[in-house]
Structure formats: structure tokens, C-alpha cells
């Protein structure tokens, strides 16, 4: 930056010109966040594997065909898919996300309608759009969690000091956030609304919101949370048995019991990579939502405790990104998708150890599903996007 301020005038307003464009050469991205990210995705592919094989090849006849390495081999090719998307929106300026923000916002929107229009059902619920051939089901849910990142980034922005105001700062966000909301409500889809719920306080946090909203917003999602009780029987009987799983130990408390089981069987050291027993068709979701009591009946407490140590050194390394940003909306946008990784780390750990009611959310990484990991990573590619713009004397 100091010799581009030594240049003649000229050239200098030629380069600060470029660099609005967006047509200088990128920086190199975070390396530290990087590696952080192929280290948790390798151990969280590693763990499907582990984890899936049995169910894979009890499945005989169905989606698996009896193949025990097939979750592992789609997950593999969705990571390295999602490897290739993550490098390729790094390089790209954060004023593209900029430009498509509002688009985002109307494309999710679009397919949360299809979904109830022509989705797919499964357990009881409609969450996902049938693609053609082989491609897995798309969940629209996904696509509308980063969107609202965007999209409020945007509107932070653009509003500056009117974000102090109600007609600016708040009444535009919740409109977006009820409506977003409502549609996953009929699909069900209770934990996407949570994180919706959850990213769009955050992105309201940082933009300066005053407290006090905060306030009311937590007395309205208490009322949200009494009507989902109230008008989602699915919903009232998850936290009765988060209260008291053993009240029905064959019914709706079993996952619960056969978590705890798998935890605590894992001990200090754990049983070994592979040895898990409560894979085998004892714990529903064991390679999905519920990959992380395998996770610790295999790896023990230690190994546990080492992988959430990575997750929370990247989600510290994000924030670092995020301060030093070089605009307010790389900065935005880099806390955003940051805060969307450690939200759902939270709450799948949350769930899977019972400090929190089943939700049905996924980990980050780890969990199998294709739509899930390719969204991840490419929100993890526009947090490295963010750090490719950071000056090269603010970096390290």
C-alpha cells in the first residue's frame, strides 16, 4: 500500500480503481484456515466410513444396494467436489457476493416454495427437491442459511447508521426471517428455522442493533417456540424425551439412550477407529446427526476433545479474518459464514450429548450429505475470499 501511494497520481487512481474492480492479483488465502479445513473434512470422511459401513451393508436392495463403502465413497466425491467449489470462490472479489446478494435471498425463496409445491418427503417431512439421475436430492434449506448471511451483510451496508431505527434495522430483517421461517414451518423443518433464527440475531448484533431489541426478539421466539410445541406434535415429544429419554426407552427416547451408550463407552482413550458396537444398526443416524457419539465411542473423550479444538481454532481463525477484513461487507460476510459453522457445532454436539432436544441438525464436516457439505465448503471458500483481500502488512 505504501508504494502504491508513492506512485504518480495518475497510476494511483488507475490501481485504487482496479482493486474496486476487483482485477488486481489476490493475496494468498489463509493458509492456516485452510489446512484447518481439509484436516476436519479428511477426519470427517474417514468417519463415515467407520461409521456407516454397517448400515451400508444391511441395506441390502434399498439406496445402498448392500455396497457397506457407499456413504463413503459419495461422501468422498462431494468433498472433493466441495474442495474444488471452496478453491474456486475463494478467488472471487467479495463484491461478486455483493452483487448477488438480493438474488440469493429471491432464489431461496423461489425454492422454499417449489419444495412445498413438488418436494420430496421423507420421515415425515418435505425438505428436499428430486434432481435427475443419480444427483442427490437438493435442500433448499441449505442455500437460504447462506443467503441470509448475504443478504444482510448487503442491507447492513447500505442502511450504515439507519440501523439504529426500526423501519430500517429491524422491520426489513424480521420480514425476511418470518418469511423464511414460515416456509420452513410447513415443510417441517425445525432446526433450519433455529439457524435462520440464530445467523439472523448475529448479523443484527453486528450491524449495531440496539439491545433492546434483542430483547423483544427473544420474547417473540419464545411465542414461536410455544406454537411449534403447541402445532408439531414431532416437536413436543423430542423435548419430552430429551427431559426423561428412559420415560420411553424403545419409542422416541432410544436414539437418546443408545447416544449416551456410545459416549460412554468411548471412555478416555476410546474403543479404536472402527470398533464402534453401536453403529450397528443400534443408534439411528450414526452417520448423519448422530456421527459424533461414534466419533467418541471410537476416538474416547480425548479424541473428541481434539476435534472440537480444531473447530473451535477454526471458528477463532474466521473471526481473526473477519476483523481484518478489508471492507465492512468481507467483514460481514467472513463473521456470518463463521458464525453459521459454530452455530451448528454447537447444537448437533448439543443434541448428541443431551444438552440440547433433538433439533435434526447436522455437523459440520462430518455428517453425511451431499447438498450439506458442498454449501459448507463453499461458505468456507468465501471466508478464504475475504482473506485473499486482506493487506498483505495486516496479515499473518
Given at each position: 500500500m505504501d508504494e502504491i501511494k508513492?506512485?504518480?497520481?495518475?497510476?494511483?487512481?488507475?490501481?485504487?480503481?482496479?482493486?474496486?474492480?476487483?482485477?488486481?492479483k489476490k493475496a494468498p488465502m489463509d493458509l492456516p484456515f485452510f489446512l484447518l479445513v481439509l484436516l476436519l473434512l479428511g477426519i470427517g470422511v474417514i468417519m463415515v466410513l467407520?461409521?456407516?459401513?454397517?448400515?451400508?451393508?444391511?441395506?441390502?436392495?434399498?439406496?445402498?444396494?448392500?455396497?457397506?463403502?457407499?456413504?463413503?465413497?459419495?461422501q468422498t466425491l462431494f468433498a472433493v467436489l466441495g474442495i474444488a467449489a471452496m478453491l474456486f470462490i475463494s478467488r472471487l472479489p467479495t463484491s461478486v457476493f455483493s452483487r448477488i446478494a438480493y438474488w440469493s435471498i429471491i432464489i431461496s425463496v423461489v425454492l422454499l416454495l417449489a419444495v412445498l409445491?413438488?418436494?420430496?418427503?421423507?420421515?415425515?417431512?418435505?425438505?428436499?427437491?428430486?434432481?435427475?439421475?443419480?444427483?442427490?436430492?437438493?435442500?433448499?434449506?441449505?442455500?437460504?442459511?447462506?443467503?441470509?448471511?448475504?443478504?444482510?451483510?448487503?442491507?447492513?451496508?447500505?442502511?450504515?447508521?439507519?440501523?439504529?431505527?426500526?423501519?430500517?434495522?429491524?422491520?426489513?430483517?424480521?420480514?425476511?426471517?418470518?418469511?423464511?421461517?414460515?416456509?420452513?414451518?410447513?415443510?417441517?423443518?425445525?432446526?433450519?428455522?433455529?439457524?435462520?433464527?440464530?445467523?439472523?440475531?448475529?448479523?443484527?448484533?453486528?450491524?449495531?442493533?440496539?439491545?433492546?431489541?434483542?430483547?423483544?426478539?427473544?420474547?417473540?421466539?419464545?411465542?414461536?417456540a410455544y406454537v411449534a410445541l403447541?402445532?408439531?406434535?414431532?416437536?413436543?415429544?423430542?423435548?419430552?424425551?430429551?427431559?426423561?429419554?428412559?420415560?420411553d426407552p424403545l419409542g422416541d427416547g432410544w436414539q437418546i439412550i443408545q447416544s449416551q451408550l456410545a459416549i460412554g463407552s468411548g471412555g478416555l482413550l476410546g474403543?479404536?477407529?472402527?470398533?464402534?458396537?453401536?453403529?450397528?444398526?443400534?443408534?439411528?443416524?450414526?452417520?448423519?446427526?448422530?456421527?459424533f457419539a461414534i466419533v467418541a465411542e471410537e476416538l474416547g473423550f480425548i479424541g473428541s476433545m481434539l476435534i472440537l479444538c480444531l473447530f473451535a481454532m477454526l471458528?477463532?481463525?474466521?473471526?481473526?479474518?473477519?476483523?481484518?477484513?478489508?471492507?465492512?461487507?468481507?467483514?460481514?460476510?467472513?463473521?456470518?459464514?463463521?458464525?453459521?459453522?459454530?452455530?451448528q457445532v454447537f447444537l448437533n454436539v448439543g443434541v448428541v450429548t443431551n444438552l440440547l432436544p433433538?433439533?435434526?441438525?447436522?455437523l459440520p464436516f462430518f455428517s453425511y450429505g451431499g447438498t450439506a457439505l458442498l454449501v459448507q465448503l463453499a461458505c468456507m471458500g468465501v471466508v478464504l475470499g475475504v482473506s485473499r483481500e486482506i493487506p498483505a502488512k495486516r496479515a499473518g
Open positions: 508513492r506512485m504518480p497520481r495518475g497510476r494511483e487512481a488507475r490501481i485504487r480503481e482496479l482493486d474496486r474492480a476487483g482485477m488486481l467407520s461409521a456407516s459401513f454397517a448400515s451400508a451393508y444391511y441395506d441390502v436392495g434399498r439406496v445402498t444396494g448392500g455396497n457397506p463403502t457407499f456413504y463413503f465413497l459419495q409445491a413438488i418436494g420430496v418427503s421423507a420421515g415425515g417431512a418435505r425438505r428436499w427437491i428430486a434432481l435427475p439421475g443419480a444427483l442427490p436430492n437438493f435442500q433448499p434449506s441449505e442455500l437460504a442459511k447462506v443467503a441470509v448471511v448475504l443478504c444482510f451483510a448487503k442491507m447492513i451496508c447500505e442502511y450504515k447508521e439507519k440501523m439504529r431505527t426500526f423501519r430500517y434495522g429491524i422491520l426489513p430483517f424480521v420480514v425476511i426471517l418470518v418469511g423464511i421461517a414460515g416456509l420452513l414451518f410447513f415443510q417441517p423443518h425445525l432446526s433450519a428455522m433455529i439457524i435462520i433464527f440464530g445467523i439472523g440475531a448475529i448479523m443484527l448484533f453486528l450491524g449495531g442493533v440496539h439491545w433492546g431489541w434483542f430483547a423483544a426478539g427473544f420474547g417473540g421466539l419464545a411465542a414461536a403447541t402445532w408439531l406434535p414431532h416437536a413436543f415429544s423430542r423435548v419430552v424425551a430429551w427431559r426423561d429419554p428412559f420415560a474403543l479404536g477407529l472402527g470398533q464402534s458396537r453401536q453403529k450397528y444398526l443400534y443408534l439411528p443416524e450414526e452417520h448423519n446427526d448422530y456421527i471458528i477463532i481463525r474466521g473471526y481473526w479474518i473477519a476483523m481484518h477484513a478489508k471492507t465492512k461487507y468481507g467483514g460481514l460476510i467472513a463473521a456470518g459464514m463463521t458464525s453459521l459453522l459454530a452455530i433433538a433439533t435434526g441438525i447436522s
